[in-house]
């Protein structure tokens, strides 16, 4: 543990001594080797080295004391050991030389009080970051540990949906099912939350396999079918000048690029106007598979464009009224992961586009795929 700054620090304080006597040690052959000389020999330059050690070991009145000392030996030995060899050239490099020493022991003393305030910020930044560890410790063990109450709430409004504990009124089994959704909202915001911990401390991991993002998208639109009649929200798909439905294959992890589908749109989902329109456009190009996702909402604020995939940022517009800020973060770290790019951008006329793209399969993988199931079949 390290000692107080208030208290005495016997240690520092014995260092700081054997110092100090070291700097007179080297004034002590310093003054016996100038004054051994002419007047017109200026030696008293050496007097920088003890001046330096001290600023950098001692405390400030000592390098003051030390700077002060040396300067009027050199000063001295103007008159010692011979006083007829005076003349103006002599004096004027003599003050040359004080004003050298006074100049040597400002700039110590400036640097050690730079390097003093650099490791007090230092000892400041370990403190924060240690302190946002705990955080996150925490916010992680807590996390982990809501899911049990979760779960078991889940599989109870499971029961009495199945009427395991006696008859459930059709208000009520509405009633249910309004639970039975609410909680598993708040599990997925938790695994998301446990997700974006994980994949900042460890890294994201990815199970790698051949995927088709247009069967992605259309699987995962139709499970948020119901969510966007709720909203009155109608979703289409668009697969770019041909509008003929093609794959886009690429080589990634199908779970995880599930998850980002599944982000971004129910991003635009909550974020249009009732009758709107959320077109899904999947384009392949030459290196890239892009997926595009528009609405006609209301668009997103210039200066929040680059902060939005941030986490935990939520922005001020009316875009990002709802939600944590972790979705879009999750979705950057996927995305990421697969060597591809997410961004988002303003419509032409109203609206936000939000896309991404990642690398395209290969053609031997491609290749190697499709002959896999014919190798594997029964001769």
Known sequence: MNPSPLLPNPQADQTSHNWFWISAGLITIIFVLEFATPSEFIVGYLYTAPILLSSAQSQRRRTAQITTVVIALTLLNLWIPDPSQITLATIVNRLIAAMALLVTGFLGDRNRSYQTAIIQQKKQIEASQALMQMREDFTSTLTHDLKTPLLGAIETLNAFQDERFGQVLPVQRQVIRTMIRSHRTSLQLLDTLLDVYRNDAEGLHLDLTLVDLTALAEETASTLLDLAASRRVHLSFNYGDTNIRQSLW??????????????????????????????????????????????????????????LFERFYQG???RQAKGTGLGLYLSRQIITAHDGTIWAENRALSGALFGFKVPIASSSELSHAHNKPAENSPG
Do not use: W
């Open 250 to 307: 690429v080589r990634g992890d199908r779970l995880q690029l599930q998850r980002v589908f599944t982000n971004l749109l129910m991003n635009a989902i909550n974020h249009s106007p009732r009758g709107d329109r959320i077109e899904i456009l999947l384009e392949s190009h030459t290196s890239y598979q892009v997926v595009k996702i528009l609405d006609t909402g209301s668009g997103i604020q210039p200066d929040e464009l680059c902060h």
């Open 316 to 318: 001020q517009s009316n």
